[in-house]
């Protein structure tokens, strides 16, 4: 049983793969946290006492999770419960105001082979215009004193989750920016509150909405980890407190401050998903244990992520079906199975100044559409993708001198642009619809989007900004629906929409636009605290880096960008024969790791190396960008069977399991820049 309930206690117990929550309605009603952490029996739960709300009230001192202003000016809740549902992991605790017409459920859900429990709140205004108050109390006899008119909620988090009392907490998360994403900050957390957060109506470049708590002693394989994410694409906050009796959790949510959502009675509002994952075993059980989950829960598909081509960094703007057919064919002889043309297919888009919203091709790139090119790709064994960036406009395009009205904007504010582009409203139902109807033609042609979003969104109505993600959701639901095969991309000027709602309907993330292999060690590191290799889309790129003037070797290269979903992102015309063949080399050697990095456990070696098991095999990659960097402590392996053996496939030697972990694979003699290598062992035998 998932879902355990002790009547009495008021309590009710989740059994997740590893792991146990609690929580119990409090003798006022309000639902409060018992447990989050090692596996629990209800008898022993009981013994637990309440401890901090699961959706923080207002009233109180930590920041609130729900936070409501009545018609008639009262605000804030006061619970009654109203009963429980289960249904197999899935649990929901119903709430309504004693006085007010608001009703809320708190919604829990775990599975067996998950750790992950996922909350979320539907919220209901359940008066009715007409002034009935359906069993609610009213409140006065002046004007709307008994709260019939709408609701204004100025917060409204998924979930709070409280943690135990220690001396000390120290939290992890990313930040960023363009170009440098998911950088893995690590520290003690303030006495205080650290807020976590996206105004840009996007999920963000410099934060991720996640986060890692732990007491300070945790490591990366042992110790305990409270985590959490959000699966939300647009703005968001969470906010992690701590005070000085020792009391620490976080509350997490849509939206960001300010903005104001108003319920008609009779309506009702849903928030995303928020997660979390509790690990006994360190940082790295965290990172697994989500990695597991988002591939058995979130991802849609299972199947093999194709090795990409994509044209960008190759031509840029400079696209003509010839050049991209030249490209197409060193792809092709190199391995690549899916070639994806990027920007400037369409319309005038001959730079990002103009074209942006008229998605035709361009009839002096592609005089007879997209077809020919297709087919060509085709023939040449590869599938076909193209990039598209459906929420935006150029100012200069037939599309905004037709629809002007289109774009989000605010009255009497200039209509500001970045990277010449304005964002159009995708909360309007006419504009999701266009969208939809040229994206789904696209979609009958093509086995592949890539989804690009440019610009963050600044100036929208209040009523426009969720609204907006949802019908982006929208439309990605049901191209899917309708397009099975069709696989899909979320980008945003590289990883600035990688989250678990995206991912629940693409199947990659295009991680940063910086591909220098050095500087993608990084962030590579940072996107799979939480998000599993077969997601993060990483390429190949020439050398120097295009961003950092940076040289690498084209095996560093390839080693760096093998840990996740491989593609080539390079110019081919300019490779030289000897790095052609070598390529193709790699590429045939990434095909047999594949399984092994997409669908095993990985284990992070600091950030000189990254190992994957999955069944017998074990694959390692390592690597040194820097010859300073030259360190002679070993590389000791992780997750192995002490008493097996592992035999290198490429070497003949065979290892002791016991002896990688203690004193790790033998050291190459590395004091070069640039070096790196991939080692495959198959286990042998078992103890
Ligand atoms: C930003 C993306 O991250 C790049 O890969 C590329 O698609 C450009 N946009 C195209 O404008």
């Known amino acids: 049983m998932l879902v355990h309930h002790s009547p009495t206690a008021r309590l009710w117990l989740l059994r997740a793969a590893t792991s146990s929550y609690a929580v119990r309605i409090g003798d006022d009603d309000t639902p409060r946290q018992v447990h989050w952490g090692r596996p629990m029996t209800l008898e022993q739960a009981e013994t637990i006492p309440a401890g901090a709300e699961e959706l923080i009230g207002e009233g109180g001192l930590a920041t609130p999770s729900l936070q409501v202003r009545h018609a008639d000016g009262g605000r804030g809740v006061d619970w009654r419960f109203d009963g429980h549902e289960i249904d197999g992991g899935h649990l929901r605790l119903h709430l309504s105001d004693r006085h007010y017409p608001l009703a809320v459920t708190l919604h829990y859900r775990v599975r067996e082979d998950s750790d992950a429990i996922e909350r979320h709140v539907t919220l209901r205004h359940t008066g009715d215009s007409a002034g009935d108050g359906a069993g609610h109390g009213a409140g006065g006899s002046t004007g709307d004193r008994s709260g019939h008119g709408p609701l204004t909620i100025t917060r409204l988090d998924s979930a709070a989750w409280g943690l135990p009392v220690l001396p000390d907490y120290r939290l992890s998360h990313v930040s960023g920016a363009w170009g440098g994403e998911f950088r893995v900050r690590r520290g003690r957390a303030a006495i205080g509150e650290t807020v976590l957060t996206s105004r840009a109506g996007h999920t963000g470049h410099h934060a991720n909405p996640w986060l890692m708590a732990d007491d300070g002693s945790a490591t990366e394989e042992r110790g305990e980890v409270w985590s959490a994410a959000l699966a939300w694409s647009g703005s968001w906050r969470i906010t992690f407190g701590r005070d000085h009796e020792g009391l620490a959790g976080w509350s997490g949510g849509f939206g960001h401050e300010g903005v104001t959502l108003t319920l008609a009675p009779g309506e009702e ?361 030259r360190s002679a402590v070993p590389l000791r392996l992780a997750g192995l069977e002490p008493g097996a053996r592992y035999r290198d496939v490429d070497s003949g030697r065979t290892h002791h399991g016991a002896v990688l972990m203690a004193h790790g694979l033998p050291l190459p003699m590395w004091p070069f820049d640039g070096v790196s290598d991939l080692v495959r062992l198959i286990r042998e035998d078992s103890p």
């Not at 504009?431 to 109807?437: N, Y």
Request: proline letters at 5%.
């Open 269 to 629: 509002i849903g928030t995303p998903v928020f997660a979390g994952v509790y690990s006994a075993e360190g940082f790295g059980g965290a990172s697994r244990r989500w990695h597991d989950h988002i591939r058995r829960h979130v991802l849609k598909f299972r199947d093999t992520q194709p090795v990409i081509f994509n044209s960008w960094e190759a031509t840029e703007f400079d696209i003509s079906q010839d050049r991209q057919l030249e490209l197409a064919e060193r792809a092709a002889a190199m391995g690549v199975e899916l070639f994806v043309v990027d920007d400037g297919w369409f319309g005038g888009r001959t730079s990002d100044e103009r074209g942006l919203g008229d998605w035709w091709p361009n009839p002096g790139r592609f005089p007879d559409g997209l077809d020919p090119m297709i087919k060509a790709v085709g023939d040449l064994g590869m599938a076909f993708g193209i990039w598209v960036e459906p929420e935006m406009v150029n100012p200069d395009s037939d599309l905004y001198r037709a629809h002007p009205d289109w774009v989000h904007h605010l009255p009497h504010r200039e209509r500001t642009t970045q990277r010449n582009q304005l964002v159009l409203d995708f909360s309007r139902d006419d504009v999701a619809a266009w969208a939809h109807g040229w994206l789904d033609a696209l979609a009958a042609k093509v086995a592949f989007l890539k989804w690009d979003f440019n610009r963050p969104i600044t100036q929208a109505a209040d009523e426009a900004w969720i609204p907006h993600v949802r019908n982006v959701y929208a439309i990605l639901d049901r191209l899917r629906a309708d397009h099975p095969h069709l696989r899909i991309e979320a980008c945003a000027g590289g990883g600035g929409r990688a989250d678990l709602g995206i991912l629940a309907r693409t199947d990659q993330v295009w991680t940063s636009d910086n591909t220098d292999a050095a500087e993608r060690i990084a962030i590579q590191h940072g996107f799979g605290q939480i998000y599993p290799a077969r997601a993060m889309g990483a390429w190949v790129t020439d050398s120097p880096n295009a961003i950092s003037a940076r040289p690498a070797p084209l095996r560093l290269r390839f080693h760096v960008a093998m840990a996740g979903h491989l593609g080539i992102g390079g110019n081919l015309m300019a490779w030289s024969d000897d790095d052609l063949a070598a390529g193709a080399e790699l590429v045939a050697l990434y095909k047999d790791i594949r399984p092994v990095v997409h669908d095993g456990d990985q284990y992070r070696l600091g950030t000189r190396g990254v190992q994957y098991i999955h069944g017998e095999r074990v694959v390692v990659l390592r690597w040194q960008p820097s010859g300073l960097d």
